[in-house]
């Protein structure tokens, strides 16, 4: 099993910026690509960003050219760093690691989910 732990989320102004972070633990070999997404009230919750462990990106039209997703493997964390926040940003922000073991037999995969964190953009 593997437990995220998201932080960093907070109040604050259009404009500014923020960086949110991942901490995996557990058995976290054979997380692949991580990715990161966000929920408001009464809305699905959308894909922000993703990252493979090679470190191929990919992001939301919405976010492109503010958000930056990384990740050290070292560490096991994955990062998110949001700038240029806007209002439409405000969301619970949540962690997703998607966990690959490819056997003889087959692959056994799952996705892990962090209990999220919340970031307010104040116009």
């Known amino acids: 099993q593997v437990q995220l732990v998201e932080s960093g989320g907070d109040l604050v102004q259009a404009g500014g910026s923020l960086k949110l972070s991942c901490a995996a633990s557990?058995?976290?070999?054979?997380?692949?690509?991580m990715s990161w997404y966000r929920q408001t009230p009464g809305k699905e919750r959308e894909l922000v960003a993703a990252?493979?462990?090679?470190?191929?990106?990919n992001y939301a039209d919405s976010v492109k050219d503010r958000f930056t997703i990384s990740r050290d493997n070292a560490k096991n964390t994955l990062y998110l760093q949001l700038n240029s926040l806007k209002s439409e940003d405000t969301a619970v922000y949540y962690c997703?690691?998607?966990?690959?073991?490819?056997?003889?037999?087959?692959?056994?995969?799952?996705?892990?989910w962090g209990q999220g964190t919340q970031v307010t953009v104040s116009s």
């Open positions: 990252i493979t462990n090679r470190g191929t990106t």
């Open positions: 557990g058995d976290t070999r054979y997380i692949s690509a």
């Open positions: 997703k690691a998607h966990w690959l073991k490819r056997g003889v037999y087959g692959d056994t995969e799952y996705d892990y």
